[in-house]
Each structure stands twice: as structure tokens, then as C-alpha cells.
């Protein structure tokens, strides 16, 4: 892939595809991280002398103008940032933005309205997506791709856009691709996976792919529980894809065949309902009353985990071990990070909700060695499958 050091940017406006979907409370931005990941790039054209349009997305809006998902709070979050005004475009692609990106001078910045207002941005149809990209194309003369929370989707601002305009990958994606080959192709040994999160079902080609790859996989949050059941446990009210016990059981069987470590919760902290005043107690995984539920794993799981990352080399984490947005289902999640903030290893969090409890739970985040901006494309690159939009960039 070229990086925007290969183009001539100086005087030119430069499509920057970002990744800005951060969660909103109202208008209030919660958590910025993937606002500051974008920074360095934009500000490196910007040095450069290009006139900058970001496009980006927010939510799920499904192709109609929604006023809870727009990108003006975004804008002014990012103009602070920058130190600069970042001018907000109305529109996606329409006067609005095309008035604005023409206006802008060397070094300025402007962010188009959420891509996805646009019902092209999404669609499956190639015509009609590639409609879509020709107007975005109007808006730029070269594309930068730096949204790798968004290159697993081919959608026309990730995949159609850099096929209409001379293009490049922006630093944060060439620095996650390469962190990623690293995981793939070359891990340091021991390769240690930890995988939380709600479903197994989220995470089938992933644990198939890692099978292949990894040493140990260690498995916390909802998705545990269907582990569980697959060895014989009652799990309660848990969390539970009764229809994937059968093929947990064929990853069980395979990686003691592969001389794969698999770890699961030895203990549990199960409540009465999902809520952060329920009663909730600790018990063995083989003691679940049949009306509590987990909602993290326990005190003996969480030393049980970080004695089984000691001495790792490489660490991949994609996914909490529990409901870590309330305190008294935080403390798993908090186990893990801090076993990979002290850890000499190459440790890799793995993006979506993981990220997001790094920052919530107050860890520095210079204390891991790469914190990915996108949890759905990290897995679906583990998974060994094609990402679009980095397809599109290595055109």
C-alpha cells in the first residue's frame, strides 16, 4: 500500500476517510479515542499543505438524515483537537459540502455531513453505491483511507471512492495492517488470545482461524457460558447459544488435538438480574444457581487468567469479561488489562468494547503495545478474510 508520503498533496483537497463513530450521550461524545487516533493523519496532510475533507460515519442510521446522528458534535470535538476550525458541511455530498471543500485553503479542514445520511453508502446494489462515490469524488482530487473500523464493509466511501481517485493509506490503517501481520504471520511465542464479549457466534471464524495459530485462548465474558455448557455445566440464567454447543465442542476436541490451551472461568460472580444493584455473590462455574446469572468472571478466574498471560509474547485481546460498565462486573475486565499494562509482551487490544474499557477503567494507554480502532475488522483480518477497503487500497 502507498502511504500519503508517495502523493503530492500540497494544494489539493484530499478525502480522508475517518473513523469517528464514537458513542454520544445526547450530543456529548463519551469517548473520544477514535476522534485522537485520526489525528496524526490529518495532521500530517495539513503540514503537507493539503486541504483536508474528512468523511466519516456515525451509528446506524440506515439512509435517512437523523439529527441524533450527526457529525457536529464530532466536528467541533475534532477542531479542538486540532487546535484549528473545522468547517461542518450540512450535506453529505450536496451544495453544502461541495461549497465548503471548495472554499478551503491549505491546511484547513472540513468534515461532510455522516456517510451514512446517504442510502448509497450502504447499499449492496454496485450501481447504486458507485452513484454515491461519484459524488463523493466530486469533492476531492486524491483519497486517503485511514478508517479501519470501517475496511471490513464495502461501502462506497471504503471501497468504491479509492477506485475513482488516486489513493493511499493513511497511517492509522498501514499501522494496523502491520501490527495484524504480525499476529498472522510471525507471532512471538508464547501467543496468547483472550476473547470476552457476548457470543461465541460473533467469534466462530476467528476461534477457527486461531486454532491455527495461537497457544492458549482464554475465554471470559457472556460468550464463557456456552464453553461451559459444552463441558457439562449448569450456567443458570447466563448468557447462552444453546445452538453452538456442538461446535464449541468441535473447537474443544481440535484444540486438544492441536496442543491448543483452551481456559475457561473456574468461578463467576452470578446476580439475581442485570442490573448494578442486583444480589450478586461468587461461585464455582459447577455452583450457578439456576435463577442468577453471570456477569463476570470471578476473583479465583481473573488470578487463574493472569498467571496464564505471565509469559506470554504475544497477546491478542478482543472482547471484556464482563459487564464492565457496571463496577460491580468490572473487575474481570480490570484483571486483564492490568495483566497486559504490566506485561513485557506485545500486547494487542483488539478494538470495540475492550478499547473502550481501557479508557473507561482509567489505563494509560501507552501501557499496551497497540490499541486497534476497529474490533469488527481485526477479527474479520484474524479470520484470514478479504477486507474491502484495504483491497481498495492495494489497487
Request: charged letters at 25%; zero cysteines.
Amino acid at each position: 500500500m502507498r502511504t500519503i508520503e508517495d502523493l503530492d498533496v500540497a494544494g489539493k483537497r484530499v478525502f480522508v476517510r475517518a473513523d469517528l463513530n464514537v458513542p454520544l450521550d445526547g450530543d456529548r461524545i463519551t469517548d473520544d479515542g477514535r476522534i485522537r487516533a485520526s489525528l496524526p493523519t490529518i495532521t500530517r496532510l495539513r503540514e503537507r499543505g493539503a486541504r483536508v475533507v474528512v468523511g466519516a460515519h456515525l451509528g446506524r442510521p440506515k439512509g435517512k438524515v437523523d439529527p441524533a446522528y450527526s457529525l457536529r458534535p464530532v466536528a467541533e470535538r475534532l477542531g479542538e483537537l486540532l487546535g484549528t476550525e473545522v468547517r461542518f458541511a450540512t450535506d453529505t455530498a450536496g451544495e453544502s459540502a461541495l461549497a465548503v471543500s471548495r472554499e478551503l485553503a491549505d491546511g484547513e479542514v472540513a468534515l461532510v455531513e455522516n456517510l451514512r445520511f446517504e442510502p448509497g453508502e450502504t447499499s449492496k446494489d454496485d450501481a447504486e453505491r458507485g452513484a454515491f462515490a461519484d459524488r463523493l469524488a466530486a469533492l476531492a482530487d486524491l483519497y486517503v483511507g485511514d478508517g479501519f473500523g470501517a475496511v471490513h464493509r464495502k461501502h462506497a466511501s471504503v471501497y468504491d471512492l479509492p477506485r475513482r481517485l488516486p489513493h493511499a493509506a493513511g497511517g492509522l490503517v498501514f499501522t494496523e495492517v502491520d501490527v495484524l501481520r504480525r499476529l498472522t504471520e510471525s507471532p512471538q511465542r508464547p501467543y496468547v488470545v483472550v476473547l470476552g464479549g457476548s457470543k461465541v457466534s460473533d467469534k466462530l471464524g476467528v476461534i477457527d482461524n486461531l486454532l491455527n495459530t495461537a497457544d492458549r485462548i482464554l475465554i471470559g465474558g457472556g460468550m464463557a457460558y456456552t464453553f461451559l455448557a459444552a463441558k457439562g455445566y449448569e450456567v443458570g440464567a447466563s448468557l447462552l447459544e444453546r445452538d453452538q454447543i456442538d461446535t464449541v465442542n468441535g473447537y474443544l476436541r481440535r484444540a486438544e488435538e492441536r496442543g491448543v490451551e483452551f481456559v475457561l472461568p473456574v468461578d463467576v460472580v452470578a446476580a439475581e438480574k442485570f442490573a448494578a444493584d442486583a444480589a450478586h455473590d461468587v461461585v464455582g462455574v459447577a455452583e450457578i444457581p439456576a435463577d442468577r446469572m453471570g456477569l463476570d468472571i470471578g476473583p479465583a478466574s481473573a488470578e487463574l487468567f493472569a498467571a496464564k498471560l505471565a509469559d506470554a509474547a504475544t497477546v491478542f485481546w478482543n472482547g471484556p469479561m464482563g459487564v464492565f460498565e457496571m463496577e460491580p462486573y468490572a473487575n474481570g475486565t480490570r484483571a486483564v488489562a492490568r495483566a497486559l499494562a504490566d506485561s513485557s509482551a506485545f500486547t494487542v487490544v483488539g478494538g470495540g468494547d475492550s478499547a473502550a474499557a481501557v479508557r473507561a477503567l482509567g489505563f494509560d494507554e501507552k501501557a499496551f503495545g497497540h490499541i486497534s480502532t476497529g474490533g469488527g475488522a481485526s477479527l474479520e483480518y484474524l479470520e484470514g478474510k478479504t477486507l474491502p477497503g484495504i483491497a481498495a487500497l492495494e489497487d
